[in-house]
Structures are given as C-alpha cells and as structure tokens.
C-alpha cells in the first residue's frame, strides 16, 4: 500500500533532460516550475485524514482482474460482431465505433495497472502495456517514459504534453482529430521555433530500447496479421480494425484530451487539469481519468481507477475552495475549444 501513496512516485526508468519548449504565440506561457504536488498531496492528507486517503488506495485484485480481462473480451466479441454476414450497416458502424473505444480503454487500462502502478510487477505488466499500446501501434515503453516525464513537469516547458499548446487554430485541431494530424502536431513542426517531438524524452536505458523495438515489431505484426487476414475477411478487418484505428479512434482522443488539461488556469498551482464534472457514463467512458478524475489523478496518479470516484466526492471541496473552476457543461467545453479556439491549458471565459 505505501509504494502507492508515496507522493507521485512514477517508475524510474530515466532521467529526463532538461529542455526548454519554445513559445507560442497567442497563448499563455508555461509555468517555469512544476506546481507542488506533494504539497497539495499533504493539505489533502490533512482535509480528509491519511486513513481516507490510503484507503483510496486499496487494490482489489478482482476487480483489477475484471478492468483487465472485460475490455479485450468484449473487444475480442466486438471484432466477431462486426463481420457478421447480412448485419445492418447502422449496427456494423456501431460495433466498429465500439471497438474503437474498446481499444481506446484497454490502452486507459494499461495506464493505470502497468504504468502507474505496476500491478503484475514489472515484466508481466509490461507484456499487458506492450499488447494494449500494440493493439493501437505504437510503443507502451515509449508512452511510458514520455508519460512520466508528463507528470514530472506537468505544465512546464519539459511536459511533454506541451505539443498541445500548438493546437492555435480550429483548423488545426479538427486536424488533431485524424492520424495525420497528431502525427504532424506531435513531432512538433506545427511550432515555431520547432520543438522537441513526443517521444523525444532521450536516450532509453538497454532495457527500455531492448522492450522498443520488441513492441514496434508487435505493432508490424499485427499490422501485417491484419493485412493477411483481409485477404479472407476484407469486411471485417475493415470495420474492425482499420476503421477504429485511422477514424474513430483519434476523434476520442480529441474528445479526451478537451477534458484533460483543456481548460487549466496555468496561473493557480492547484487547477492541475479540467475541472469538469463527470457522471457515471463519462467515468466509465474513460475509466474514470478525465475530467474532476483526471484533477485527482495528477495528485495521486497511483490511485486505483476503480477508487478515483469516491476521491472525486470527497477532494471536490477542497479544489472548488482554492478556486478550481468546474465546469458543467461538456458541449460548452466542446464550442471553447472547436468553435473559440481557446488556449490550451489557460483559463477559458464561462460556456
């Protein structure tokens, strides 16, 4: 229990470079230092007792097995679905949406067991973090190390979630919306000066390079396994898995993100991220890390996603006293950022 409530403790797997993200113009700078987690950590330690807050804490292993096990078997069933001869194209568009967003919360998963918090232990965490990323192509140890350095220096040059601040336009955020355009946005040609890419956290340790070029060879062979099965079942690959991959899944990143670190007034150490109030089905949608969830998580980021809503309830006081705006309106948040071309991470007018 303690390894998950010592501060915000992340695996160390590298040492982050110290760089600086260069500025963009029309939006808000970027805070030098990171805000005090620890800190806040301690106030809230203190608002609801340390009992309260390790109790947040506890795992279950059911229940760890069941966040698990669920998504690949209804991702496993969706894929079968899909294909079904004579099947209604309104429900083959659903399943295919589906299995988008099934993809999208086994990846949630994986964040949550085999990043944060190492639940199988390093190796067998890494088989389920090198499948889930796999399945969406790309590299759950390269997500990993840019990810720590995420909630290392979140809203500072060195986050690496600063390529968003170069979303300026509604144009180019309708772009971040396809393949293309997070590929473009995160390899950082999209600033001026042009900044570090995504993934560009260093050099790995042998281990981390050794597990990268295992899981980019995992990401080829699924590709290829996919592109051999086409040849006997084109529909169903199709709406199985090339459409989830290159359509639906970057839309609900965007719808993700927008309610991650949106809206975050860079000026108040303790509005961490998107202060948005989420209800049981955008929880479940997300596995409980956007929104007032994804506030809590930068705070105690090896909490249990099973946990996460009650210590909504109960931290909910203490962010509204120190002047963490919620927000109640998910379509408002939408027009800010689509239609108004808020700043990311800045402190948007009422919707």
């Not at 001026?192 to 050099?203: F, I, M």
């Not at 909910?316 to 239609?339: I, M, N, T």
């Amino acid at each position: 229990m303690d390894r998950l409530t010592k501060s915000c403790e992340l695996p160390p797997t590298y040492t982050p470079e110290k760089t600086s993200a260069p500025s963009v113009p029309g939006t808000p700078a970027l805070n030098q230092s990171r805000p005090d987690i620890g800190r806040i950590q301690g106030e809230l330690r203190a608002l609801v007792g340390s009992d309260r807050v390790q109790q947040l804490h506890a795992e279950s292993l059911t229940l760890d097995l069941l966040v698990s096990l669920l998504p690949l078997a209804a991702l496993a069933a969706s894929f079968w679905a899909v294909g079904l001869p004579d099947l209604p194209w309104v429900a083959r568009l659903t399943l295919s949406l589906a299995i988008a967003w099934l993809l999208t919360l086994n990846g949630l998963v994986a964040h949550d067991l085999c990043v944060h918090r190492l639940r199988w232990g390093r190796n067998i965490s890494w088989l389920q973090r090198a499948l889930a990323f796999g399945l969406l192509t790309t590299s759950g140890t390269s997500y990993l190390r840019t990810h720590v350095q995420h909630h290392a220096h979140i809203g500072t040059p060195r986050d690496t979630e600063a390529y968003k601040q170069d979303l300026t336009t509604s144009w180019r955020r309708l772009a971040f919306c396809t393949v293309v355009g997070i590929k473009l946005v995160r390899s950082g040609r999209w600033s001026n000066p042009r900044r570090k890419g995504y993934y560009d956290t260093g050099a790995p340790s042998p281990v981390d390079a050794r597990h990268i070029r295992q899981e980019k060879l995992l990401s080829v062979g699924i590709v290829i396994a996919m592109g051999v099965y086409a040849a006997f079942d084109p529909l169903r690959v199709l709406m199985g898995y090339a459409l989830p991959i290159v359509i639906f899944a970057p839309i609900l990143n965007t719808l993700r993100i927008i309610i991650e670190h949106g809206e975050a007034d860079s000026a108040n150490p303790y509005a961490l991220g998107t202060n948005y109030r989420t209800g049981f089905f955008s929880k479940l949608f997300f596995l409980a890390d956007s929104g007032d969830c994804h506030l809590v998580h930068h705070v105690f980021p090896r909490m249990p996603c099973y946990r996460v809503p009650a210590a909504v309830r109960a931290f909910a006081p203490f962010f509204a006293g120190k002047g963490v705006v919620e927000r109640h309106s998910y379509l408002g948040l939408l027009k800010g950022w689509f239609v108004h071309s808020h700043p990311h991470r800045s402190a948007w007018p009422s919707a």
